[in-house]
């Protein structure tokens, strides 16, 4: 069946995770510490990032999971006795960040607006905030490229549950089988699985090579 439609991840698919959110999650744990080394420690451990780096250090939750999933940790080992409000905070910064340090990989800009000026439609699923994606892609010069963009608080859930990809169907009025999901994660190719949607993994974020052979 002809692929109808794409529906792409976007940290680690369309945008380079580290460089992107690497200034932001430094900042993050560092407030979240206090000025407590071992605090700080033990927050870089849980998100495998190196805070003097800004990088990440191995195959953190951070690059699946949703903010509101990987901050529940962080506030136990802070004795975060509010983490809902813990949780703005951190969704403010990252997006106070999000569109100075987007980082898309080489090519990707060029290829989403030949898509686009081709008609096919496109959208986001991201397990991040919409308003995030929403800015991200306006600083790209994507803002009207893409119909349809839904993050983790959009109302359709977050990955790998399949609620934000039927969605992308339902907002397309297209079947899910004929529409392709884009991603760097096993959540992203569960996500698509349950859907019924045709699967494409890259291996420029979250999934290794040797994991697909």
Known sequence: MRIKAVLFDRDGTLTDFDRTWGPAISHVLRDLAGGDPEILRVLQDLAMFDVERACFTGPSVLKVQSPADYSAGWAQVIGESDP????????????EHCARTVTPFDGVVDTLKTIHADGLPMGIATNGTEASARKQMHALGLGEAFG?????DSGHGSKPEPGQLLAFARHTG???????????????MHAAKAAGMFRIAVTTGAIERPVLE
């Open 84 to 95: 809902k409000a813990m949780l703005e905070r951190i969704e403010t910064t990252l997006l």
């Open 148 to 152: 349809f963009l839904a993050g983790y």
């Open 174 to 188: 297209l079947a899910p089988q004929e529409i392709a999901m884009i991603g760097d994660s096993l959540h992203d």
